[in-house]
């Protein structure tokens, strides 16, 4: 539990940190970028958490690539993460079929056709779904799954940091105070707001636990695998598609199975945890008897390097 504690205390102390800098910042770079305070807080704690991190690995005996899920050749590495990002995509591709055939999605009447508009959302949704795995998966994944795993064993580490992972996607508001109104402690204000959806758990327990799914799942892959490349490239690829249907396409709250989609980003509901469970079943099952591969390891130069034999 100790390895766990602390890395959600980082994150903690990280959030304070851009709560106290989410003023200052806001108004040297208003009116340039129009965004509510909790953006600040939240973009400011991410910064500082990116800034810092070296630091907080090397404390904890995790600033290396084995440690980290990055113990590849690059290609085998790359190769592993494109064959995630297609396994990630197909994946989620019937989950949104069936959103739509169920009418809980229908095609956004504001989005007109055109191939321009098409192909530039989804370079986006890629950029946006590998920026946002690398740095998840490299967390969760690599740096805490780790060291949990090495403190309190496997379960612990598939466990622990999806609980995390699935909550901190919950730390959002709509409050947003006049520009007027703002003070040096808006940020702590806007902070406090960013956890009023946890008073009404019956609103987020779908996609939390749909999140939470996601989390183990992902987090079997890095047990049997031993790296995080096809972690990364299966987060990547479901951001993608979700990106690019929350674009083309808008909830239908009076649809019959409305309930089968969250109101997180309207696709991660109830359907999205039965997919995902089954699909980590199935691969759990499958793969029982995998070694990983970054566990062949050899000596180099009195050092122990981990190498694919």
């Not at 947003?176 to 959806?197: H, I, K, N, T």
């Not at 199975?257 to 509901?269: C, E, K, P, R, T």
Request: proline share 4%; glycine share 8%; hydrophobic share 55%.
């Amino acid at each position: 539990m100790r390895p766990a504690a602390l890395f959600t205390g980082y994150l903690a102390v990280a959030l304070l940190l851009g709560a106290l800098l989410a003023y200052p910042i806001y108004v040297a770079l208003n009116p340039m970028i129009d965004e509510p305070m909790y953006r600040f807080v939240t973009r400011s704690g991410m910064l500082i958490a990116l800034l810092a991190l070296t630091w907080f690995l090397r404390l904890q005996n995790l600033a290396d690539r084995r440690a980290l899920g990055y113990a590849l050749p690059r290609h085998v590495f790359v190769r592993d993460l494109i064959i995630g990002m297609a396994a990630g995509v197909s994946i989620m591709v019937p989950l949104i079929c069936a959103l739509l055939l169920l009418e809980v999605r229908v095609p956004n009447p504001a989005w007109v056709f055109s191939g321009t508009d098409l192909a530039l959302t989804l370079a986006k949704a890629l950029l946006a779904g590998v920026l946002v795995a690398l740095i998840e998966e490299t967390f969760f994944r690599g740096a805490m799954y780790t060291a949990v795993e090495r403190h309190s064993g496997l379960w612990a580490a598939v466990l622990l940091p999806s609980l995390l992972y699935a909550a901190l996607h919950f730390l959002t508001t709509d409050y947003d105070a006049p520009p007027r109104a703002l003070e040096w402690y808006s940020g702590f204000v806007s902070l406090g707001y960013m956890f009023e959806q946890y008073a009404a758990p019956a609103l987020l327990i779908d996609s939390f636990l749909a999140l939470f799914a996601v989390g183990v799942f992902l987090a079997l892959v890095r047990a049997r695998t031993g790296h995080i490349a096809g972690c990364i490239g299966l987060h990547a690829g479901w951001v993608m598609i979700i990106k690019l249907t929350t674009h083309v396409t808008t909830t239908n709250k009076h649809a019959r199975y409305s309930f089968l989609a969250g109101d997180y980003d309207g696709v991660i509901g109830y359907l999205a945890l039965a997919l995902i469970a089954t699909v980590a079943v199935v691969y759990a099952v499958m793969t029982r008897d995998r070694r990983p591969r970054e566990s062949a390891v050899r000596r180099v130069g009195g050092n122990d390097q981990s190498r694919v034999q």
